[in-house]
T-cell receptor, first 110, second 115 residues
Framework: KNQVEQSPQSLIILEGKNCTLQ??????????LRWYKQDTGRGPVSLTI?????NTKSNGRYTATLDADTKQSSLHITASQLSDSASYICVVPRTYKYIFGTGTRLKVLA | EAGVTQFPSHSVIEKGQTVTLRCDPI?????LYWYRRVMGKEIKFLLH????????ESGMPNNRFLAERTGGTYSTLKVQPAELEDSGVYFC?????????????FGPGTRLTVL
């Protein structure tokens, strides 16, 4: 079954701290994996896309990793800011259909 | 460049009523998608248009849902009659091409509450 699972479900950290979000997938065939950020009341916005051959990719304070052998990805946020409070969703496209994870709800406290 | 827009942002209706959601994709995007998130669950695919043609409506829950995209521009999603389990957030997305490596851009969603 084509699924995307994320952990933790929710996370609370203090401003300035780092955190890592996890994503496991069973989607096949695999072409790429995307991390989206969804602010409350907004649609998901793409943070990064990882293709099969990529292990690590950074976008500012966001660093995504991909292990295609174990079918795992992580999103590391460095020096968190209050504006990082949002849901982070792992997405694996299967042709044009996006298969979504349930997301990790991150809350950054001052 | 304007992003994907959706209207209304919120809708509260009673069971048995009809609701129509609208999506305006990014100009020039032939591909349009509808997704839905129900409470506590992940966002799930409903259907896919290429221009005015439905390519895949395998995710549509039942025949109470009708999607149209007249002229290949904006799209509407009608729920008639609405049931309690239809409550959720309905997202629209658009993309230039219908490949998995082509980014889909999402609208802000319409939050539907059926009482």
């Amino acid at each position: 079954k084509n699924q995307v699972e994320q952990s933790p479900q929710s996370l609370i950290i203090l401003e300035g701290k780092n955190c890592t979000l996890q994503c496991n997938y069973t989607v096949s065939p695999f072409s790429n994996l995307r991390w989206y950020k969804q602010d409350t009341g907004r649609g998901p916005v793409s943070l990064t896309i990882m293709t099969f051959s990529e292990n690590t990719k950074s976008n500012g304070r966001y660093t995504a990793t991909l292990d295609a052998d174990t079918k795992q990805s992580s999103l590391h946020i460095t020096a968190s800011q209050l504006s990082d409070s949002a849901s982070y969703i792992c997405v694996v496209p299967r042709t044009y259909k996006y298969i979504f994870g349930t997301g990790t709800r991150l809350k950054v406290l001052a | 460049e304007a992003g994907v827009t959706q209207f209304p942002s919120h809708s509260v209706i009673e069971k048995g009523q009809t609701v129509t959601l609208r999506c305006d994709p990014i100009s020039g995007h032939d591909n349009l998608y509808w997704y839905r998130r129900v409470m506590g669950k992940e966002i799930k695919f409903l259907l896919h248009f290429v221009k005015e043609s439905k390519q895949d409506e395998s995710g549509m829950p039942n025949n109470r849902f009708l999607a149209e995209r007249t002229g290949g521009t904006y799209s509407t999603l009608k729920v008639q009659p609405a049931e309690l389990e239809d409550s959720g957030v309905y997202f629209c997305a658009s993309s230039l091409r219908d490949r998995g490596d082509n980014e889909q851009f999402f609208g802000p969603g319409t939050r539907l509450t059926v009482l």
